[in-house]
């Protein structure tokens, strides 16, 4: 049972509102944390709690939704506390209703402004989580090199210490060792990305808005987030065609689609096992036959 009290005091002070009888009611649908809905008179919160040696992945969530918040371009949660609350770590933000998938148009349009904001390198102020699972965003010039070492490397790395089968590994590496050929005319900007932009991160608010939340942000290519769309689902030839109009798609993206994908299959085999590492094994067959 958890004494909600204390937190809905903090929330009070801070944000000077009268402190009422405190509701916390579960919310369905998080992988990674504990979420809740918390209340007082006319005030309402999003709570996700977590041990608190989780601490610094809501910091790093903090700083994902600041980064997309300080672009205007689509809407995320605003974040009022991050800390350590009692026995658990925790992040409250702005409770938003969700209604529902966001407007297609609208999610392409807002998300291709949302990609116009360029960095200078690829990488993040901070490291994140891709689940659960650290996600390392060390700033570097070369977005095939961030993309051998950070994302599939890491997870090939990972895979060898979870004991996965070493066909998987050795064509992993392989392939990793040879990504210039899958980016033959194409140099990529670092773009803000949201990072796990699957389908239960996105939603609507209650005036049909996109809204975005859970992000794992960082500066990289754009098709990336693209990608992440397409694994679990499709947000329909509409969002890209729009999309298209707005930031250009280069003709090869259904090559790096696969590439960016490979990463995402390669940490839910980490995570879950199960049927993932055929899925990445397959994956990494087929871009190695596109390498000339
Ligand atoms: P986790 O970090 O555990 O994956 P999420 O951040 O995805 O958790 O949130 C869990 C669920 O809570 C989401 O699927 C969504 O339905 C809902 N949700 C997320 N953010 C908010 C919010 N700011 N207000 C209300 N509901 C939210």
Redesign the pocket.
Known sequence: MIDWTPLAAKLAAQLQIPLHEVRAAP?????????F?LEFGAA???V?L?RIERLSMFVA?EAGLAAIRRSRTIR??EVYLTGDEGDHACIV??????AGAPDRDLLARQLAAMHGCFHDRFGFDCDNTI?STPQINAFTDDWIEFWRQHRLGYQLRLARQNGCDSRLIDSGNRLAENLAPLFDGYRPRPSLLHGDLWS??Q?ADDAGNP?I??PACYFGDHQADLAMMELFGHPGERFFAVYHEHFPIDDGYPLRRDLYNLYHLLNHANLFGGSYAAQSQRLIDHLLAQLH
């Open positions: 919310i369905p649908g998080g992988n990674i944390n504990r979420a809905r309402r919160f999003f996700k977590n969530e995320v949660p933000m702005e409770h938003i209703d969700l689940g239960g991160n939603g809204v939340f859970d």
